[in-house]
């Protein structure tokens, strides 16, 4: 699938200044990914969302599998839960000190949603992740 497609389902975040999309297609691999920063000057903060399509690769897709079922390492200070995110199996990590966030959601069993805020705290990056059409990915061929 072009990234382009998946660039499309970038959502738009109220507060934050969009920036410039980066996408790359590998057809030898079969296997796309867009990525976008979204800032907030004001508060030096900042979000950004990955959406990858794994083409069900069984190598890209087992790591994120294992969190699913067990978490990420453990890292001291950081917060870790499975949380599904419209019907679709995630997890969340986060580290209140240094105010970083990363939410990973797993869509259809094929595409990647990674949602990572720095300097914000969890609902902003969980309305970020809630701000992306979940069902419309998942329907993409």
Known sequence: MPHGQLE???????????GMPMGETDPQEAVSRTTVDYDD??????????????CKNPYMLSQL?????????????????????????AYEEWT?????????????????VKVTGDLVGLPVV????????????STLR
């Open 126 to 137: 969980q309305n970020a992740a809630n701000a992306i059409d979940l069902q419309k990915l």
């Open 96 to 112: 209140a000190e240094s105010q970083h966030t990363e939410i990973h959601v797993l869509v259809a069993d094929r595409f990647m």
């Open 65 to 89: 599998r294992e969190y699913l079922k067990t978490g990420p390492p453990q890292t001291a200070g950081t917060v870790f839960r499975s949380v599904p995110y419209k019907g679709f199996p």
């Open 8 to 18: 499309a389902l970038l959502p738009v975040l109220s507060a934050f200044t969009r």
């Open 41 to 54: 000057a004001k508060h030096s903060a900042t979000i950004s969302v990955e959406l990858m399509d794994s």
